[in-house]
């Protein structure tokens, strides 16, 4: 598998944490590859950088998001944003470099996508 830094998936990630005021979010504390050769079926992964190496190696809380070329790239640039909410939202609340899973209690991440990606439609207007 190959991988390549994805420039303009953090560009496009900057913007929708400015317009949808994700103030949560560090972009800065976001990484963003562009993946080729994976077996996976997804368009995008988000990668965690769990607690016990944050405190072994003394790093702030960190994500990587991964997009998969083979299906990313064939994205039109809406959904294209739309898959990077989508990973955004696994990010919990205290940016600690946990993840939040697809489904909880009163939440469902794809439908809450669905729903700023509308949001961030309208905001991006203007």
């Known amino acids: ?3 390549e830094e994805a420039k303009e998936v953090k ?6 944490v400015k317009v949808l005021k994700l103030d949560y979010i ?3 504390r976001i990484y963003c590859y562009r993946t080729h050769g ?3 079926r997804a368009y995008a992964r988000i990668w965690a950088f769990p607690k016990i190496f944050q405190t072994a190696l003394n790093i702030e809380p960190s994500y990587v998001i991964e997009v998969l070329s083979k299906y990313y790239d064939k994205l ?5 944003k739309h898959v990077i909410i989508h990973e955004l939202l696994h990010i919990p609340k205290n940016f600690s470099g946990a993840l939040l ?3 909880g209690r009163s939440r469902h991440l794809e439908t809450q996508a669905a729903k700023l ?3 961030y439609k ?3 207007k203007h």
């Open 1 to 3: 598998m190959e991988w």
């Open 11 to 16: 560009k496009d990630l900057k913007k929708i």
């Open 26 to 28: 560090n972009p800065e």
């Open 38 to 40: 994976s077996k996976s």
């Open 76 to 80: 039109d640039s809406d959904k294209q």
């Open 101 to 103: 899973p697809h489904r």
């Open 117 to 119: 990606f509308k949001e």
């Open 122 to 124: 309208k905001l991006s």
